[in-house]
């Protein structure tokens, strides 16, 4: 059956540093992976998706990049963090279309300070 | 972008109590998703149901596509129910602002 892995499960980091957020899926090949954040209290807002290795589609405009070494590694990162990156992280993955079903991961809660 | 409006946003329901969420959508959409996200903050998948019904124990949901809407139906609802139950549609995933279940022994 298929996993998907994320971590850290939390994160607390000073304003200005890095981040490095990695996820994994085992169990299938060939998936799309996507990345989500959730802000407190509200839904969850698409990143990034990505159909294959070395694709990267953006949906929002930020502070944050991604990138896929790897068939099942999708890693999320930035040069330096902002408190408005604050939140809940979540990996995604799904195969076929984009538009199939997608399985969550279980999230990293980053606070910035 | 897509709409996406849930109602209610909160409902505090009794233990046995049954309940109706409802998801409206602005577009057409040829996908749409229910999770329950539970306390410790993970989604879990409820229905993949772009259209028609389907049900899965005490849970069914039905998609209207053609008037842009969603149900999701809990029966003889337990306090584990308890959480926020989102639905997402559309290439980019638009979720609602979710429903707040809280369900009382």
């Known amino acids: 059956s298929q996993t998907i892995h994320q971590w850290p499960a939390t994160l607390v980091q000073p304003v200005g540093s890095p981040l490095s957020l990695e996820c994994t899926v085992e169990?299938?090949?060939?998936?799309?992976l996507y990345w989500y954040r959730q802000a407190a209290g509200r839904g969850l807002q698409l990143l990034f998706y990505?159909?294959?290795?070395?694709?990267i589609s953006s949906e929002v405009p930020q502070n944050l990049s991604a990138s896929r070494p790897q068939d099942r590694q999708f890693i999320l990162s930035s040069k330096k963090l902002l408190l408005s990156d604050s939140g809940f992280y979540l990996c995604?993955?799904?195969?076929?279309?984009?538009?199939?079903?997608?399985?969550f991961g279980p999230g990293t809660r980053l606070t910035v300070t | 972008g897509i709409q996406v409006e849930q109602s209610p946003p909160d409902l505090i329901l009794q233990e046995g109590a049954n309940s109706t969420l409802r998801c409206n959508f602005s577009?057409?959409?040829?996908?749409l998703q229910w999770f329950h996200q539970n306390p410790w903050g993970q989604l879990i998948n409820l229905f993949y149901i772009p259209s028609g019904t389907k049900q899965n124990g005490r849970l069914s949901a039905t998609t209207v596509a053609t008037e842009r809407y969603s149900l999701l139906y809990i029966s003889s609802s337990q306090t584990t129910d308890s959480g926020v139950y989102f639905c997402a549609v559309g290439l980019d995933m638009r979720f609602g602002a979710g429903t707040r279940l809280t369900v009382k022994p």
């Open positions: 995604a993955w799904s195969v076929g279309g984009l538009m199939n079903e997608q399985y």
């Open positions: 990505s159909v294959g290795i070395g694709q």
């Open positions: 577009d057409s959409v040829n996908n």
């Open positions: 169990g299938t090949s060939n998936p799309n």
